[in-house]
């Protein structure tokens, strides 16, 4: 069993690299962001309380994400191991996470940081935007909002692992595939230690 959180500020390649990992490493994908979408997208009434926030580029309340992971987990016993991709994002999601977890007699085992300049994200945001049809990609301003979101209170949990040595920062920007290979090599040495 080996669970990880891909964890960094919009943008910082959180979703490319997912892709890829769970491809390696057979984990199973965990995108509370991709959730919410699917929420929305099926107009369901968890979706329709998260859409506002998430057009603001606010976080949707911790109650809302917790429930949502908790049923992933339940939902998939045989799972070899998870890649949590924008979850936990506060302080009360970590510890919520570290305790559905221990309730399977797991715990994390490596929190990878993506590391990307602020210029970068905005940069990466709005092209994305172009194509994606994401609301929350469409203009400057709430992309900044997310970034500050970001700042205000997603970056507490990586203060919150790093008390327990499980945080590895990881320069963002370079090639997907630079990038992936690096990744990779450190998830090598946590699985080895
Ligand atoms: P979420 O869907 O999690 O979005 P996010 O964290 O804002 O991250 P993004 O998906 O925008 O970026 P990413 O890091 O995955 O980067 P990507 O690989 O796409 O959350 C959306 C909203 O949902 C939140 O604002 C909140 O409202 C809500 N929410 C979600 N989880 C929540 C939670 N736990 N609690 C409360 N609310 C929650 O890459 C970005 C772009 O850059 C792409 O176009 C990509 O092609 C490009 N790119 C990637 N890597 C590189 C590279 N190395 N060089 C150049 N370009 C690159």
Known sequence: MFNLILFGPPGSGKGTQSERLIARYGLKHLSTGDLLRSEIANQTTLGLEAKGFMDRGELVPDAVVIGMIRSALDNNPEAKGFLFDGFPRTQAQSVALDELLEQRGEAINVVLALEVTEEELVKRLLNRGLTSGRTDDVNE???????????KKTSAVADHYRQFGKVVEVKGEGTVDDIFDTLCAEIEKRKAA
């Open 141 to 151: 301003s709430i992309i900044r909002a997310r970034i500050t979101e970001y700042h």
